[in-house]
Every structure is written in C-alpha cells, then in structure tokens.
C-alpha cells in the first residue's frame, strides 16, 4: 500500500480540534484511507469543514497533505499538532525543509 505523511483533525467537537501529522497508508484504489486502527473515506465534497469521516462511527476528520509553512490546520489555531515518532524526522527534513526539531509531544 502506498504511504504519505498527512495532517489529521478531528472535527467531531467543532471547527478545530485534536490533530496530529502521522504516516497514512491508501487502500489500492485510493478509495479508504489509515491511520492507526481507524479507517476513512471521503465525504465527497458534503462534510461540512471537514472532507472525511471515520468509517466505524462516523466522525468526521480534516485530512489534508502537511504545509511546508506549517498552517495545516483549516482555521488558524495556537494548537500544534502532535507529530507522531516514526514521522518526525522525515517530516522536519522533507516537509518542512529544515533540521531543526521541537521536543516531542503526544
């Protein structure tokens, strides 16, 4: 299955909501995408602020490709997501064109 680093926002609680940047593997047509144990597919343009949803109970997710600049999320917020440790390195070199790497957070 093919693989990218992507940002994920809940937005089950409103506009913004917990994110996180962590590697999301494409089901072969592209169709359902992972994270985790949790499976997405698309909302086909008719989610509101939101362009996913989880397909077990239905939440909905703002899932996009990470942001050189950082402004991944939909509407600008002070939270930063959490990056997971697999994609940290990678993430910091290849998005963001740069070495330097904050502490780790969860």
């Known amino acids: 299955m093919e693989s990218r680093i992507m940002y994920i926002e809940a937005k089950s609680t409103g506009l ?6 962590g590697r999301v593997t494409f089901s072969k047509s592209a169709a359902t995408l992972y994270y985790g144990t949790k499976a997405f597919r698309s909302l086909k343009g008719t989610g509101f602020k939101s ?9 909905h997710y703002w899932i996009s490709g990470p942001r050189r ?11 930063q997501p959490a990056i997971d440790d697999e994609v940290r390195g990678e993430y910091w070199s290849k998005v963001r064109g740069t070495h330097a790497q904050p502490a780790a957070r969860s």
């Not at 913004?16 to 940047?21: E, N, Q, Y």
């Not at 362009?51 to 939440?59: F, I």
């Not at 600049?69 to 939270?79: E, F, R, S």
């Open 51 to 59: 362009n996913y949803y989880e397909v077990e109970t239905g939440d």
């Open 16 to 21: 913004t909501g917990p994110a996180r940047i």
């Open 69 to 79: 600049d950082g402004k991944d999320a939909l509407y600008a917020t002070n939270v």
